[in-house]
């Protein structure tokens, strides 16, 4: 049974740029949450979707936005990229909204030159 | 607003020793805290869990975490350190209900010597 899928692993972006990343639930996971960390930091929520809409939302830029699809997975979008925006973008996936039955990816690598 | 202090950054113990890692929270009511372990280059995986009821909780890989409502702590601890369990700590909490989200602190990470 696959866990939570994230890609890419790493990715280095220019400023302004934007970036995509992509996350699959762990199998009978309905429930995706975006969290950021950057470097020596814990994990900052940046936003949970659910039956394909934005549930919840940390304090985050307009910047930062996503999707869910019928099958479940998500995308996290990120325009006009900053330095600040470097950092290990990680998936968390649960049931039915629960948070406390997050099972997180690996995370993506992104730095922003 | 919930908040977690986890007071130290780093923290290294000689292997076989014991272990204790500090976690202090703010919020309101009952929380729900975790605790969870983040291995170089890996996600997060979590480690134990207190909701409610006895407040010394047993995790995996021979953890064990004791909330103290008075002290607003939550420590995680460890009778004997391996080598392996070098890795970066992360203590949370959450408010009570289904669809709360937790608050994560700034971690501990854990060096263990030989």
């Known amino acids: 049974d696959a866990g939570v899928t994230q890609s890419p692993t790493h990715l280095i972006k220019t400023r302004g740029q934007q970036v995509t990343l992509r996350c699959s639930p762990k199998s009978g996971h309905d429930t995706v949450s975006w969290y950021q960390q950057a470097l020596g930091q814990g994990p900052q929520f940046i936003f949970q979707y659910y039956e394909e809409e934005e549930r919840q939302r940390g304090n985050f830029p307009d910047r930062f936005s996503g999707h869910q699809f019928p099958n479940y997975s998500s995308e996290l979008n990120v325009n006009a990229l900053l330095l600040g925006d470097s950092a290990l973008y990680l998936c968390?996936?649960?049931?039915?909204?629960?948070?406390?039955?997050?099972?997180f990816g690996s995370g993506t690598r992104l730095t922003v030159v | 607003a919930q908040s977690v202090t986890q007071p130290d950054i780093h923290i290294t113990v000689s292997e076989g020793a014991s272990l204790e890692l500090r976690c202090n929270y703010s919020?309101?009511?009952?929380?729900?805290l975790f605790w969870y372990v983040q291995s170089p280059g890996q996600g997060l995986q979590l480690l134990l869990k207190y909701f409610s009821g006895d407040t010394l909780v047993q995790g995996i890989k021979g953890f064990e975490a004791e909330f103290k409502r008075s002290q607003s702590s939550f420590n995680l601890r460890k009778p004997s350190v391996h080598w392996s369990d070098a890795a970066e700590y992360f203590c949370?909490?959450?408010?009570?209900?289904?669809?709360?989200?937790?608050?994560f602190g700034r971690g501990t990470s854990l060096i263990v010597h030989p």
């Open positions: 968390a996936s649960s049931p039915n909204r629960v948070s406390y039955g997050y099972t």
């Open positions: 949370a909490v959450g408010e009570g209900g289904g669809s709360y989200i937790p608050t």
């Open positions: 919020y309101g009511a009952t929380p729900y």
